[in-house]
């Protein structure tokens, strides 16, 4: 007989967004006229710029000539890819990462779960509460965690509450952990860290000999520049770091699919002999042996992210989206909600009003004003009467969902 990995059935219930999907996707059945807009997934609805669009057409033209067809690549991305994000997402912030530690994929989300197949099983994991949930999901997975209690937190992991009551900074583990996820600009909370925050961070990791998994997904939103983009604009964070990028939100990627995970070299952790094992090789060997590359296609048209007139149409869309934020955030305000986030990214965190729960809220919302957001509590306990809202959305939806809400709170 077969047997199954008995830590998948310690999963809550089913993954959040598909959760949310099937509860719509019933609702829009059992009420065919409803005219849903749906801010709760955060998945882009703008078109790819015309840069990258037409960098694809080059390469895919390349794929037709004998002379200029390529098969496989190298698994850590083309060098011409990991140049451009080394020059233009590192070297210009001073942040020391050269080409070759950078490995590109085809999504941070599968990269942040794909790492722990080179750390070992009784690491202490810690991660904030709320978080985005693969980061718990694919600890619980790989056998990393007890079960969950009522409130859907796994025992053995050291949860790291980020709430208004600490201005979502969060403290120190008040124990020694060995990996700790950080997410800035955050998902869900759509709040940042300062300087401060992450030096503190590092400093912890130096001295407990722990590993950062620093989560800069959605760096591109950050405006305000006294806050950084990346871990290794601070003094030490390469001795700690390995840092998650994607272009799935700053260049609309979502459907095309490219990240890059940054694992520096010198960068090391301990085998169960106490030797000193360097994880650039690690990630390397796990990178080529069960991933084949990137296509060469998407890869060129990633690089024209970084082009002149590529990034000055990314620039364009992504303030499109801070202005959808905005606009929400102005909205929820005048309507009588706490709003937080919005500012330096693209989600707005608000509090349930009524003393409703976050699916409560959820409920309320769809059937109400047929509008879909993400419940707090789906990203752990202290997300409870919490809620998301994703700017991703045209112009017009956002607006919509605005008046929308507004009439629902009158």
């Keep these: 007989m077969a047997f199954v990995n ?15 999907g099937r509860r719509v996707s019933k609702y829009a059945s059992d009420n065919p006229t409803a005219k849903i807009i749906r801010l709760g997934i955060g998945d882009v609805t703008e ?6 669009i037409d960098a694809m057409h080059r390469a895919t033209d390349e794929m037709g000539k004998r002379e200029t067809f390529r098969g496989y690549g190298p698994e850590q991305g083309y060098d011409f890819l990991r140049n451009a ?10 942040a ?18 794909n790492i722990l197949d080179i750390f070992g099983s009784e690491n202490v994991i810690a991660v904030t509460d709320p978080v985005y949930p693969v980061y718990v999901d694919t600890n619980v997975m790989a056998g990393r965690t007890g079960a969950a209690d009522e409130s859907g937190r796994y025992a053995r992991l050291v949860y790291l509450p ?18 700790l996820y950080l997410c800035y600009p955050n998902n869900p909370t759509g709040t940042v860290a300062t300087r401060a925050t992450l030096k503190k961070f590092v400093d912890y990791a130096k001295a407990n000999d722990a590993i950062i998994f620093f989560d800069a997904a959605y760096e591109a939103y950050i405006t305000d520049p006294s806050i950084p983009h990346s871990i290794y604009e601070i003094e030490g964070a390469r001795d700690v770091a390995i840092e998650f990028r994607s272009f799935s939100k700053t260049a609309g990627f979502t459907g095309t699919r490219c990240a890059f995970t940054v694992v520096p070299k ?44 590529g990034r000055t149409q990314v620039r364009s869309m992504i303030d499109f989206y801070l202005e959808n934020a905005a606009i929400l955030c102005r909205g929820l305000k005048a309507a009588g909600l706490v709003v937080h986030g919005g500012v330096n990214a ?3 965190w608000l509090k349930t009003p009524g003393g409703m729960t976050s699916w409560q809220f959820f409920d309320h919302l769809l059937g109400k004003a047929h509008l879909v957001g993400t419940p707090g509590s789906g990203f752990g306990a202290a997300g409870e009467g919490y809620f998301r809202l994703s700017a991703f959305n045209s112009r017009a939806n956002i607006e919509e969902a605005v008046s929308r809400i507004t009439s629902l709170l009158r």
């Design 6 to 20: 008995d830590n998948y059935l310690k999963l809550k219930a089913g993954y959040l967004f598909p959760e949310i």
């Design 96 to 113: 020391n990462v050269s080409p070759d530690e950078i490995f590109v994929s085809d999504g941070s989300k599968c990269d942040t779960g």
């Design 85 to 94: 994000i080394a020059k233009n997402d590192f070297t210009s912030r001073q």
């Design 266 to 309: 010198g960068l090391a952790a301990k085998s169960a002999n106490g030797e000193s094992v360097d994880l650039h090789s690690l990630w390397n060997r796990r990178h080529t042996t069960k991933f084949n590359g990137v296509s060469y296609i998407i890869q060129r048209g990633a690089e024209a992210v970084y082009s002149e007139t």
């Design 162 to 179: 980020v709430t208004a009551e600490n201005d979502f900074t969060p403290s120190l583990p008040d124990r020694k952990v060995d990996l």
């Design 47 to 52: 078109p790819l710029p015309s840069a990258i």
């Design 346 to 348: 693209p989600y707005v």
